[in-house]
C-alpha cells in the first residue's frame, strides 16, 4: 500500500518513545512562540502529526503545548497553513477533556469550520454542537459579501444538522432554506476568473471569462448546476456544488416529519387530482414558505441535472460526474415525492423516460437502483406496476456486473433496505437468488455480512432445497464466473478475473457440450425449482480452486449455511426437515474440492443435522433405509468423522418408541448391526489409504449408540457387552496406543467401562441411556433428591460392593 519510503516513516513514528516526543514537543512550542514561525514550524508541526497519527494509541502531549496549538489555531494572523496542521493534531487527540478553545469572536468562517472540526470530533460534549451550530448561524445570518468564508461554512452546518438535529430554531431553518435556494438557482452562469499574481505581465485588459459550458463543450443555455464545467469558478458556482450535496440531508431535515406535520393529511388527498397538478404549475414559487420554494428550486435542479445526463461527456472524469449525480438527482427526486405527493406527477414521466434509456446502458446501471426504490415506494400512488422494472433489474444487472464491487454492495443493500417496500413483488427477490448469489460469489469477503442479514427473506419453503444447493456451490460458482469472464468475447483491456492463473487446462473443455447445460445451470438468473448433480463440473473446474476469489468464497460458506438454517428451522415442517438432511447426506462427498473447504462444510453440516434432528425427531424413522446406508458405508469415516458421528448420535438419541410409535425392534436390530460392524471395521483394521484413522470421538459416539439400542432392546446387551469388553481390552493394548496416543486411547478405555457398568443394570441403563421427559428437564439435574448423578452414584455403590446380588 506504501511505498519503502513511506513505510519506513510510518515505522519511526510509531517507534518514538514518550521521552522523545517530550523533547520534541519542547521544539514546537519555541518555534510556535516565534512572532514569525517560518517554514520550520511547519515541518515541525507536520512531524508531530505523523506521529500522533501512526498509532491508534492517543499519544500524550505536554500541556504547553496542546495549549499553545489551540491559540494558534484559534489566532487571526496566523498562517493557514499552521492553523490546519493545528486542527488536524488536536482532532487525531479527540476526544480529549482538556481543550480550551475560544470561538466566539471569529468572523471567518474558513477558521471556524477549522475550530468546529475540532470541536464536533470530541463529541455533544458540555453542548459544544449547539453552540457551534448557533455561532454558525450568526456567521451566515451577518449578510457578510459572499466570499470564501461561506464556502468553508456549509460543511458545518451540514454537520451539525447531521449530529444534533434538533438544535436548529424555525426561523434559522429558513434563512439556510433561503439561502440554499439563492445557491442552486441562481448562481454565475459565467466562468471565474483566474487568480494572477500581478507583476509586470498583468494588464487590466486580460481576456475576459466567457460561459460555462457543458459537458458535451456546448454552452450552457441553463441555469448553473454541478455537472457545469469551466477552467475556473466563481465563489456563488461553489456554493451551488456544495449546496446539492447537503441538499437530500436538508430536506430530510427541514421537511414535515410524517404524517402529523400540517397539511400533509391534505396533500395527500390531493394526490391524483387534477387539482395537485394545476396547483403545481400554477403557484409563483417566490409566494411559497421557505422550506416549500426550496423543494420546488431543488425538483427544477434535479429535472436540469437528468436533462445534462443525456449528453456525451468529452472527459472520463465528468461522465463518473454525471452517473453519481444521476443517481443522487433521484434520490432527491424520490424525497421531494414523499414530502410532497405534487410532485409525484410531475416525476412520473421524467423517470420512466430515463429508465428506458438506462436500460440499454450497462455503465449507467447505479441509477436503477433508486428509480426501482421510488416505484416501490409510489407505485402504487402513482398506478404504475413496478414489476417489469423490478424483473429487468434483477435478471440483467447482476448477471451482466456481478464484477463491479461498488454496484454489487450497493444492490444488496437495496434489496435489504428496500424489503418493507417489496410487497407482493416479494417473489421476484426471492425467485433471483441464484443471481444475487453471483454478486457474493464473487465479492464474498464484504458481502458476506450483508447476505446474513438478508438470507432470511429470501429462503422459504419452495426454494430451501435449492438454495442449499446453491451455498454448498457457492466456490464452484465463483469459478465459473472466472471461466465465464475469461471466455467472454468482449474482455476488457484490465482483466477481471485471477491473473495468477493464466490459461487454466478447463478453458477449452467447458466449450463441450455436455458442461455447457451444467454450467447454464449453475449459472441460471432464477430459481428453476430442479437440482442437477454438478460432480463431472466440479471436476472440470478443479484446476480454478486455488484462486485467491474462489479461496474467498469457500471461507464464506460456513458462515453463510448457518444462516440458512437459522432462518429455514423457523418455518421447515417434517416434510422439508426430510429433505433437508437427505441434501446433508447427499452432499458429504459431493463438495467442490478447494482445501480445507469440505472439513469446514462437514463441522457446520454436522452441528445442523443434530439441530433438524431435535426440531422433529420422526425423521430418524421416515428415513432409516437412507441413514442405513450412511453408517453401513466404511468410508464414511474417511474425512467425515463429524459427519458419522451427527447421525450416529442422532439414531442413538432419537431411534426409540418415546419418540416415534413406528419404531421396531427390527429397526433398532438392523441399525445395531450396522453401526457395530462398522466400529468393528474401523478399529480391528490398520489405517491406510483406503482406510483411514477413526478420530476417537467418532469410535466413542458408536459405543455410545450401540448400548443406547441394546438398552432399547435386551436381546442386543450381551452383544453390545461383549464388545465393549474387547473394546476396553483393545484400548489398553499397545496397538491402539501407537494409532490413537495414550490419553485418546485412555478415554476409550474409561467410556468402554462406564458403559459396561451401566449395561450390568439394564432398567438403570434405559433410565440413563433413553431418559423420559421428564428426567430430561433441568429441575431434575438439579434437584438432589432425584438428580441423575446421585441416581449413577447409587448404581455404581450397588455394583462394587453388592456384585453378588446382582444377576449375571
Known amino acids: 500500500m506504501f511505498t519503502a519510503g513511506a513505510e519506513s516513516l510510518l515505522h519511526q513514528a510509531r517507534e518514538i518513545q514518550d521521552e522523545e516526543l517530550q523533547k520534541f514537543c519542547s521544539r514546537v512550542v519555541k518555534l510556535l512562540q516565534k ?45 493557514e497553513q499552521l492553523q490546519f496542521l493545528c486542527a488536524a493534531i488536536l482532532r487525531e487527540r479527540s476526544p480529549a477533556d482538556n481543550l480550551s478553545l475560544s470561538w466566539d469572536h471569529i468572523q471567518s468562517s474558513q477558521q471556524l469550520s477549522l475550530v468546529a472540526s475540532v470541536l464536533l470530533a470530541q463529541g455533544d460534549k458540555k453542548e459544544e454542537v449547539r453552540s457551534v451550530g448557533q455561532h454558525a448561524f ?36 429558513n434563512l439556510l432554506s433561503k439561502r440554499l435556494v439563492d445557491w442552486l438557482r441562481y448562481a454565475s452562469v459565467q466562468q471565474g476568473v483566474a487568480h494572477t499574481s500581478g507583476g509586470f505581465f498583468s494588464t487590466p485588459r486580460a481576456r475576459q471569462p466567457g460561459p460555462v459550458t457543458e459537458v458535451d463543450g456546448a454552452v450552457a443555455t441553463d441555469f448553473f448546476t454541478v455537472l457545469s464545467t469551466g477552467q475556473h469558478f466563481t465563489e456563488d458556482q461553489w456554493l451551488n456544488v456544495q449546496a446539492f450535496s447537503m441538499l437530500r440531508a436538508w430536506l430530510v431535515h427541514s421537511g414535515p416529519q410524517g404524517p402529523s406535520a400540517p397539511d400533509a393529511d391534505d396533500k395527500s388527498e390531493l394526490e391524483g387530482s387534477t387539482l395537485s397538478v394545476l396547483s403545481a404549475t400554477s403557484t409563483a414559487s417566490h409566494l411559497l414558505p421557505p422550506q416549500e420554494r426550496l423543494r420546488e428550486k431543488a425538483f427544477e435542479y434535479c429535472q436540469r441535472l437528468v436533462e445534462q445526463s443525456t ?41 420512466k423516460a430515463l429508465h428506458a434509456r438506462l ?88 458481502l458476506t455480512s450483508e447476505f446474513v442479514a438478508l438470507l432470511p427473506s429470501l429462503v422459504d419453503a419452495g426454494s430451501a432445497v435449492e438454495m442449499l444447493h446453491a451455498l454448498l456451490d457457492l466456490p464452484c460458482l465463483t469459478a465459473a464466473l472466472d471461466l465465464q469472464l475469461r471466455l467472454s468475447p468482449a474482455a476488457s483491456e484490465r482483466p477481471l478475473w485471477d491473473t495468477s492463473l493464466r490459461n487454466p487446462s478447463c478453458l477449452e473443455a467447458s466449450r463441450d457440450p455436455e458442461f455447457q447445460a451444467l454450467l447454464q445451470h449453475l449459472l441460471r438468473a432464477e430459481a428453476s425449482g430442479t437440482v442437477q448433480r454438478l460432480a463431472p463440473l466440479h471436476e472440470l473446474l478443479q484446476p480454478m480452486t486455488g484462486c485467491a476469489r474462489v479461496v474467498q468464497c469457500a471461507e464464506a460458506v460456513p458462515t453463510l449455511l448457518q444462516a440458512f438454517f437459522s432462518a429455514v428451522t423457523r418455518f421447515a ?43 422433529h425427531p420422526s425423521l430418524v424413522v421416515d428415513l432409516a433405509k437412507e ?50 460392524a462398522l466400529l468393528f471395521e474401523v478399529t480391528q483394521s490398520r489405517p491406510s489409504a483406503a482406510l483411514p484413522k477413526c478420530p476417537p470421538q467418532v469410535i466413542a459416539v458408536l459405543m455410545t449408540t450401540l448400548t443406547k439400542l441394546a438398552s432399547r432392546s435386551q436381546d442386543l446387551i450381551p452383544r453390545v457387552s461383549l464388545f465393549l469388553s474387547k473394546m476396553r481390552t483393545l484400548a489398553q493394548s499397545p496397538a491402539l ?15 468402554a467401562t462406564e458403559l459396561l457398568t451401566l449395561l450390568k443394570m439394564p432398567s438403570v441403563a434405559q433410565f440413563v441411556l433413553t431418559p423420559s421427559a421428564e428426567v430430561s428437564e433441568p429441575r431434575y439435574h438439579r434437584d438432589a433428591n432425584t438428580a441423575l448423578p446421585l441416581a449413577l452414584r447409587t448404581v455404581s455403590r450397588l455394583v462394587e460392593k453388592e456384585a453378588g446380588l446382582l444377576p449375571g
Open 138 to 173: 450568526r456567521v451566515l445570518e451577518s449578510r457578510q459579501p459572499e466570499g470564501p468564508s461561506l464556502r468553508h461554512l456549509l460543511p458545518v452546518v451540514s454537520k451539525i444538522t447531521h449530529l444534533a438535529p434538533h438544535t436548529l430554531h424555525e426561523d434559522q431553518t
Open 573 to 615: 415442517d417434517g416434510a422439508l426437515t426430510n429433505q433437508l438432511v437427505l441434501v446433508l447426506l447427499e452432499r458429504r462427498d459431493s463438495l467442490y474440492q478447494v482445501p480445507q473447504y469440505e472439513d469446514r462444510v462437514h463441522r457446520v453440516l454436522s452441528s445442523q443435522l443434530l439441530a433438524l434432528c431435535a426440531l
Open 311 to 351: 449528453r456525451r461527456a468529452l472527459r472520463k472524469g465528468d461522465a463518473d460526474l454525471q452517473k453519481a449525480c444521476l443517481v443522487e438527482a433521484v434520490l432527491v427526486l424520490d424525497t421531494l415525492c414523499r414530502q410532497d405527493p405534487t410532485f409525484l406527477y410531475r416525476t412520473l414521466s421524467c423517470l
Open 359 to 446: 436500460c440499454g446502458d450497462p455503465a449507467r446501471a447505479r441509477a436503477l437502483l433508486p428509480i426501482a426504490q421510488f416505484f416501490l415506494s409510489h407505485g402504487e400512488a402513482a398506478a404504475v406496476d413496478s414489476e417489469a422494472i423490478l424483473q429487468h433489474l434483477f435478471t440483467r444487472v447482476p448477471c451482466e456486473l456481478f464484477h463491479s464491487p461498488m454496484l454489487a454492495f450497493e444492490f444488496v443493500r437495496f434489496c435489504g433496505d428496500s424489503l418493507p417496500l417489496f410487497g407482493r413483488n416479494l417473489d421476484i427477490l426471492k425467485r433471483s437468488f441464484p443471481n444475487l448469489f453471483k454478486l457474493l460469489a464473487w465479492n464474498s469477503p464484504p
Open 627 to 676: 441413514l442405513l446406508e450412511f453408517v453401513g458405508s466404511v468410508s464414511s469415516v474417511r474425512s467425515r468423522g463429524a459427519m458419522l458421528a451427527a447421525v450416529a448420535w442422532a439414531v442413538g438419541e432419537y431411534l426409540s418408541v418415546s419418540w416415534d410409535r413406528r419404531c421396531t425392534v427390527e429397526q433398532i436390530t438392523r441399525f445395531f448391526e450396522a453401526l457395530e
Open 737 to 751: 496406543s501407537s494409532v490413537h496416543g495414550e490419553e485418546d486411547a485412555g478415554a476409550i478405555c474409561t467410556r
Open 35 to 79: 512572532d514569525d514561525p517560518g517554514p520550520d514550524a511547519v515541518d515541525a508541526l507536520q512531524r508531530l502529526f505523523l506521529i500522533v497519527s501512526a498509532t491508534k494509541y492517543k499519544r500524550k502531549l505536554e500541556k504547553t503545548c496542546v495549549d499553545l496549538l489551540q491559540t494558534t489555531l484559534c489566532s487571526p494572523k496566523c498562517p
